[in-house]
């Protein structure tokens, strides 16, 4: 049996106070009442306020603590300067939850900050967690709460809203009742001095009501927890989120109204994306989007056909799909056999399938059909404009009974209005997403494979490359290190390309001279021709400057060049700190192609690693891809695709193809770069030049800063990378040499088989049935996981040169954060060898570092070999009083 979730007091409260209730009209009191009597809440209202007996005839009390009985929620609805006291009187009362509506805290200057951390404190002192302030507040229709002071209510549904903007809720709301949307929970952040999207999204992600997932996002505090939050519900439920402040002015204005950091948009997105979301950008493709949801969509890809009635508004839709990279899909040749065979020869051969304007509903029937058993075809876009022999109806009850059985997502854009009233409310009836005009059809196509692009995103759980010679971390904090005690933020080129060399990228080689005859010596030992550049920690594009001279051949022009850099690097920028001019090799690729890799911090989500073209005009370049570490091929190999740079990047113009496994190495290496060195802030590589050889890394720019050690070496990433520092070996007394490491998706295979070997009886212990195979599902829940959140690890033995797996234990995190559960099973030859005990052993070693206080376990009651084991673990077992087949175990894990 799982506990219940700590958030449950606040979403599916059993008793309500509403302090600072009132029949005053337009009062948030009056209307909180009133939102929460007309819901028909189920559980016990008080109401609260000393200056009323009885508030729309419910008995008022006159303060919290006179409340008869023990609160679940209280809403408050008062004045910001009276809530620090009412919080400590919650707190004396034993109030398990707070709702804060009101504005003026931080939002407002100096003054409202320190009442919102008064408030804070004294939550955080009674152990109560506090929603807002400055929030709508939250509804569960199911329930009957609306403690909102929202005009409209919300319809029982399957949606959950979560917000930062009460204003964004209520427009929602508005919006949903007419269109007959309903919702499971409607969550209001406001400020989120305490509970934030991550706690409220891991409710959502158990919440049997809860089917898909609406976010509006101004800001984020917690980018791991929102990431780890976020990943674990999109793996189950679609999430769709809108984030506002793209743009500089709109950042500052959301920081002035909820507080929340504001990031770089290119940043989010990669998130997004990496999260398995959908991203929208304006309130017309959520409720778009909000249809499709209804409509049971199954994305497949991002080709799209087009079939239409006129020419014109094919050729719309097809621009759209241009400007937004939707591919047209490219019919196979039995496609446009059948299309032959069943439109006239003037239709357009091609896609928009134009199948002019005297086509009635058979020749839809046919067109779409047709389209849909196409092989390279993921999504279809019907239009319909109303001519003269036109049945828009008639064609409408086509698209209607074809989109039943159709396996592919259909859209419809029937342009017009009067003419096509009757065919919209079909397709609405139908729940059939439908357009006035075919450039909103084509972006809800796009979101839809988006879906399906970032699903694909989301189950990439990067292993370590620790089938790679390994970097020289040490090596690499030690030039860190020595920067910094010399007060120094940027690396020279040489330190840069020492980090580089240190995680196996291929360098130009660098040295730097101090004199002119210094630079001859040098430049003779390197080899001509050689490159010279300026070495100063004040300048950062060297070519800006005049700092950099290539393809020089000879001594006597090193000698002249080295003073004719000086001179115009002082004359540029006379201030800078000139250590020296760098030499090296001059790198001739005849076809190279050059690239730039870049690293920054983004002040939400950490490092983000930027790909594209290189060269001296790349900070005008903006065809470029960002992802957030770390990554793996599948990722990077997304990365590079994403650019217009790829394009060059196989056979071009009598180039042969560069080598992309070097050029993907790279950009692997780079990201475990930045996951094991924190003090990292940016990087840049450019150029990074690439050909069918392989590729080097010609400049290098690195900028670093003290950071304080924590208990998660892992802890500037969003994402957790594979933890690669808790693979171990274990001698058996016999002389077996036992491997036990964190899991990685890479072993679904291993997983399966051993399952697939383990008894009937140990099988029943663990999974409760005595399964033949583990659902594909399943492997994929166990095998890719969020190292934050939980952990696996598996014990191997390599047997002949190929790895099996005898034993896995694992634990994952309760969303109260403090607690954990573990599972452990071992293969039946394995058993009373100890291998239980050691796993279990590596398991709660692991947990106790990351700070969790305590482990749990559920066992079944006849397990008693089992019962034994966890007992002399130190665990405390418990009868469950809800089911008598099954023991509770807890170990406390700190002291």
Same mark, same amino acid.
């Given at each position: 049996?799982?506990?219940?979730?700590?958030?449950?007091?606040?979403?599916?409260?059993?008793?309500?106070?509403?302090?600072?209730?009132?029949?005053?009209?337009?009062?948030?009191?009056?209307?909180?009442?009133?939102?929460?009597?007309?819901?028909?809440?189920?559980?016990?209202?008080?109401?609260?306020?000393?200056?009323?007996?009885?508030?729309?005839?419910?008995?008022?009390?006159?303060?919290?603590?006179?409340?008869?009985?023990?609160?679940?929620?209280?809403?408050?609805?008062?004045?910001?300067?009276?809530?620090?006291?009412?919080?400590?009187?919650?707190?004396?009362?034993?109030?398990?939850?707070?709702?804060?509506?009101?504005?003026?805290?931080?939002?407002?200057?100096?003054?409202?900050?320190?009442?919102?951390?008064?408030?804070?404190?004294?939550?955080?002192?009674?152990?109560?967690?506090?929603?807002?302030?400055?929030?709508?507040?939250?509804?569960?229709?199911?329930?009957?709460? &609306?403690?909102?002071?929202?005009?409209?209510?919300?319809?029982?549904?399957?949606? @959950?809203?979560?917000?930062?903007?009460?204003?964004?809720?209520? #427009?929602?709301?508005?919006?949903?009742?007419?269109?007959?949307?309903?919702?499971?929970?409607?969550?209001?952040?406001?400020?989120?001095?305490?509970?934030?999207?991550?706690?409220?999204?891991?409710?959502?992600?158990?919440?049997?009501?809860?089917?898909?997932?609406?976010?509006?996002?101004?800001?984020?505090?917690? #980018?791991?927890?929102?990431?780890?939050?976020?990943?674990?519900?999109?793996?189950?439920?679609?999430?769709?989120?809108?984030?506002?402040?793209?743009?500089?002015?709109?950042?500052?204005?959301?920081?002035?109204?909820? @507080?929340?950091?504001?990031?770089?948009?290119?940043?989010?997105?990669?998130?997004?994306?990496?999260?398995?979301?959908?991203?929208?950008?304006?309130?017309?493709?959520?409720?778009?989007?909000?249809?499709?949801?209804?409509?049971?969509?199954?994305?497949?890809?991002?080709?799209?056909?087009?079939?239409?009635?006129?020419?014109?508004? @094919?050729?719309?839709?097809?621009?759209?799909?241009?400007?937004? @990279?939707?591919?047209?899909?490219?019919?196979?040749?039995?496609?446009?056999?059948?299309?032959?065979?069943?439109?006239?020869?003037?239709?357009?051969?091609?896609?928009?399938?134009?199948?002019?304007?005297?086509?009635?509903?058979?020749?839809?029937?046919?067109?779409?059909?047709?389209?849909?058993?196409?092989?390279?075809?993921?999504?279809?876009?019907?239009?319909?404009?109303?001519?003269?022999?036109?049945?828009?109806?008639?064609?409408?009850?086509?698209?209607?009974?074809?989109?039943?059985?159709?396996?592919?997502?259909?859209?419809?854009?029937?342009?017009?209005?009067?003419?096509?009233?009757?065919?919209?409310?079909?397709?609405?009836?139908?729940?059939?997403?439908?357009?006035?005009?075919?450039? $909103?059809?084509?972006?809800?196509?796009?979101?839809?494979?988006?879906?399906?692009?970032?699903?694909?995103?989301?189950?990439?759980?990067?292993?370590?490359?620790?089938?790679?010679?390994?970097?020289?971390?040490?090596?690499?904090?030690?030039?860190?290190?020595?920067?910094?005690?010399?007060?120094?933020?940027?690396?020279?080129?040489?330190?840069?390309?020492?980090?580089?060399?240190?995680?196996?990228?291929?360098?130009?080689?660098?040295?730097?001279?101090?004199?002119?005859?210094?630079?001859?010596?040098?430049?003779?030992?390197?080899?001509?021709?050689?490159?010279?550049?300026?070495?100063? $920690?004040?300048?950062?594009?060297?070519?800006?400057?005049?700092?950099?001279?290539?393809?020089?051949?000879?001594?006597?022009?090193?000698?002249?060049?080295?003073?004719?850099?000086?001179?115009?690097?002082?004359?540029?920028?006379?201030?800078?700190?000139?250590?020296?001019?760098?030499?090296?090799?001059?790198?001739?690729?005849?076809?190279?192609?050059?690239?730039?890799?870049?690293?920054?911090?983004?002040?939400?989500?950490? $490092?983000?690693?930027?790909?594209?073209?290189?060269?001296?005009?790349?900070?005008?370049?903006?065809?470029?891809?960002?992802?957030?570490?770390?990554?793996?091929?599948?990722?990077?190999?997304?990365?590079?695709?994403?650019?217009?740079?790829?394009?060059?990047?196989?056979?071009?113009?009598?180039?042969?193809? =560069?080598?992309?496994?070097?050029?993907?190495?790279?950009?692997?290496?780079?990201?475990? +770069?930045?996951?094991?060195?924190?003090?990292?802030?940016?990087?840049?590589?450019?150029?990074?030049?690439?050909?069918?050889?392989?590729?080097?890394?010609?400049?290098?720019?690195?900028?670093?800063?003290?950071?304080?050690?924590?208990?998660?070496?892992?802890?500037?990433?969003?994402?957790?990378?594979?933890?690669?520092?808790?693979?171990?070996?274990?001698?058996?007394?016999?002389?077996?040499?036992?491997?036990?490491?964190?899991?990685?998706?890479?072993?679904?295979?291993?997983?399966?088989?051993?399952?697939?070997?383990?008894?009937?009886?140990?099988?029943?212990?663990?999974?409760?049935?005595?399964?033949?195979?583990?659902?594909?599902?399943?492997?994929?829940?166990?095998?890719?996981?969020?190292?934050?959140?939980?952990?696996?690890?598996?014990?191997?033995?390599?047997?002949?040169?190929?790895?099996?797996?005898?034993?896995?234990?694992?634990?994952?995190? &309760?969303?109260?954060?403090?607690?954990?559960?573990?599972?452990? =099973?071992?293969?039946?030859?394995?058993?009373?060898?100890?291998?239980?005990?050691?796993? +279990?052993?590596?398991?709660?070693?692991?947990?106790?570092?990351?700070?969790?206080?305590?482990?749990?376990?559920?066992?079944?009651?006849?397990?008693?070999?089992?019962?034994?084991?966890?007992?002399?673990?130190?665990?405390?077992?418990?009868?469950?009083?809800?089911?008598?087949?099954?023991?509770?175990?807890?170990?406390?894990?700190?002291?």
């Amino acid at each position: 049996m799982k506990d219940k979730h700590y958030l449950t007091p606040l979403l599916e409260p059993r008793s309500v106070g509403i302090i600072g209730a009132s029949e005053r009209e337009a009062s948030l009191g009056s209307v909180l009442m009133r939102n929460m009597l007309e819901a028909g809440y189920k559980g016990k209202l008080f109401a609260i306020n000393p200056k009323h007996e009885k508030v729309h005839g419910v008995a008022c009390y006159k303060s919290v603590e006179d409340v008869p009985q023990r609160l679940d929620l209280v809403v408050m609805a008062v004045r910001a300067e009276k809530t620090p006291a009412l919080m400590d009187a919650c707190g004396r009362a034993g109030v398990k939850a707070v709702i804060l509506l009101s504005g003026g805290f931080s939002e407002s200057g100096a003054r409202g900050a320190l009442l919102e951390r008064q408030v804070v404190e004294a939550a955080h002192r009674h152990r109560i967690r506090l929603l807002g302030p400055n929030c709508l507040g939250i509804m569960r229709p199911q329930l009957g709460v &609306n403690a909102t002071f929202a005009h409209a209510s919300a319809l029982k549904g399957s949606i @959950g809203l979560i917000s930062q903007s009460g204003a964004l809720c209520a #427009a929602i709301l508005d919006w949903a009742k007419p269109n007959n949307v309903g919702f499971s929970t409607v969550v209001s952040l406001g400020s989120s001095s305490d509970i934030d999207f991550g706690e409220v999204l891991e409710y959502m992600i158990s919440d049997p009501r809860t089917e898909s997932i609406f976010l509006y996002v101004e800001g984020i505090r917690d #980018a791991r927890r929102f990431m780890s939050a976020l990943r674990g519900a999109a793996r189950v439920k679609p999430v769709l989120l809108v984030k506002a402040g793209r743009h500089p002015g709109a950042s500052r204005a959301i920081l002035s109204h909820s @507080g929340a950091p504001m990031g770089e948009d290119a940043v989010f997105d990669a998130a997004l994306r990496r999260a398995g979301v959908i991203r929208l950008y304006n309130m017309g493709q959520l409720f778009a989007a909000a249809n499709a949801l209804f409509s049971h969509f199954r994305p497949r890809g991002n080709r799209l056909a087009i079939i239409t009635n006129g020419g014109g508004p @094919g050729v719309m839709a097809a621009d759209r799909a241009a400007d937004i @990279g939707i591919p047209l899909a490219e019919f196979a040749e039995s496609t446009v056999e059948k299309l032959n065979a069943c439109l006239p020869a003037g239709w357009s051969h091609g896609n928009p399938v134009d199948i002019l304007g005297d086509a009635g509903p058979e020749r839809y029937r046919a067109a779409l059909k047709a389209v849909l058993e196409g092989p390279n075809v993921d999504g279809v876009l019907v239009m319909l404009t109303p001519q003269a022999v036109t049945d828009p109806s008639g064609v409408a009850d086509v698209v209607v009974e074809l989109e039943k059985t159709a396996d592919k997502p259909v859209l419809v854009c029937w342009m017009g209005e009067e003419l096509v009233a009757e065919a919209r409310a079909k397709f609405s009836a139908a729940g059939i997403p439908h357009f006035r005009t075919p450039e $909103p059809a084509v972006e809800l196509f796009s979101h839809i494979s988006a879906y399906y692009q970032n699903q694909k995103l989301l189950m990439q759980t990067p292993s370590s490359l620790s089938h790679l010679p390994p970097p020289s971390i040490e090596s690499a904090r030690l030039v860190i290190e020595m920067a910094l005690s010399e007060r120094r933020k940027k690396l020279n080129e040489m330190e840069s390309k020492a980090l580089l060399a240190a995680f196996r990228i291929p360098i130009a080689q660098t040295v730097v001279a101090r004199s002119a005859a210094e630079a001859m010596v040098l430049s003779a030992e390197i080899g001509l021709p050689v490159v010279m550049k300026i070495d100063s $920690p004040n300048i950062v594009h060297k070519s800006e400057v005049g700092g950099v001279r290539l393809n020089i051949r000879s001594l006597a022009a090193v000698r002249s060049t080295y003073q004719e850099i000086l001179d115009e690097v002082k004359r540029v920028q006379p201030e800078a700190v000139i250590n020296g001019i760098a030499i090296e090799p001059m790198i001739q690729k005849r076809n190279g192609r050059e690239l730039v890799v870049s690293v920054r911090r983004d002040p939400v989500f950490g $490092p983000a690693i930027t790909f594209g073209e290189g060269g001296n005009l790349v900070e005008e370049n903006r065809d470029v891809a960002v992802a957030l570490p770390p990554l793996n091929s599948f990722l990077v190999k997304d990365m590079i695709r994403s650019t217009r740079i790829s394009t060059r990047l196989g056979e071009f113009r009598n180039m042969p193809a =560069v080598d992309m496994n070097a050029l993907e190495l790279v950009l692997l290496r780079i990201s475990e +770069m930045v996951c094991e060195l924190p003090w990292i802030t940016a990087m840049e590589i450019n150029p990074l030049i690439v050909d069918e050889n392989g590729v080097v890394a010609v400049d290098a720019n690195i900028s670093v800063e003290n950071v304080s050690p924590t208990a998660d070496r892992y802890d500037h990433v969003a994402i957790h990378p594979y933890p690669s520092h808790l693979i171990s070996t274990w001698t058996v007394p016999d002389g077996t040499t036992v491997t036990i490491r964190p899991i990685k998706p890479e072993d679904a295979e291993l997983e399966v088989d051993f399952v697939r070997r383990l008894s009937a009886e140990t099988k029943y212990y663990r999974f409760m049935n005595t399964m033949r195979e583990l659902p594909p599902a399943m492997v994929a829940r166990l095998t890719q996981i969020d190292y934050d959140r939980e952990m696996a690890f598996v014990a191997t033995l390599e047997v002949e040169g190929v790895e099996n797996e005898i034993g896995v234990c694992r634990y994952a995190v &309760n969303p109260d954060g403090e607690s954990c559960e573990f599972a452990v =099973v071992v293969a039946d030859d394995w058993q009373h060898r100890g291998l239980a005990r050691k796993l +279990m052993g590596v398991l709660i070693e692991t947990a106790r570092s990351r700070g969790i206080q305590y482990m749990n376990g559920v066992f079944l009651a006849n397990n008693e070999r089992m019962l034994k084991f966890v007992q002399k673990l130190g665990f405390v077992l418990s009868n469950d009083p809800e089911d008598s087949s099954v023991k509770l175990g807890i170990l406390a894990l700190q002291d």
